[in-house]
């Protein structure tokens, strides 16, 4: 999994609903600076956290989050 790119993906997705990353954050129940850290590729989120925005993005956490071709941490 790149976080850079995933963060992309994810700020990618939520400017298409048209939400602010504030907006998504009480969503998903956590900060905006967390959101924030997500979205640049400065944080990795918990496994729940993942699988929170995988729902709230209607996917798998398999599909949000690329971990072909990553290396394993």
């Known amino acids: 999994m790149d976080a850079k790119i995933t963060g992309c993906f994810i700020a990618q997705l939520r ?3 048209g939400l602010t990353q504030k907006e998504l954050g009480e969503r998903v ?16 989120p918990s496994i729940w956290l ?4 995988a729902q709230f993005f209607h996917m798998t956490i398999e599909e949000l989050f ?5 290396e394993r941490k």
């Open 66 to 70: 690329d971990f072909e071709g990553s």
């Open 50 to 53: 993942a699988h929170d925005l």
């Open 15 to 17: 400017k298409e609903l």
């Open 29 to 44: 129940h956590v900060s905006r600076q967390a959101i924030n850290a997500i979205e640049t590729g400065k944080f990795d």
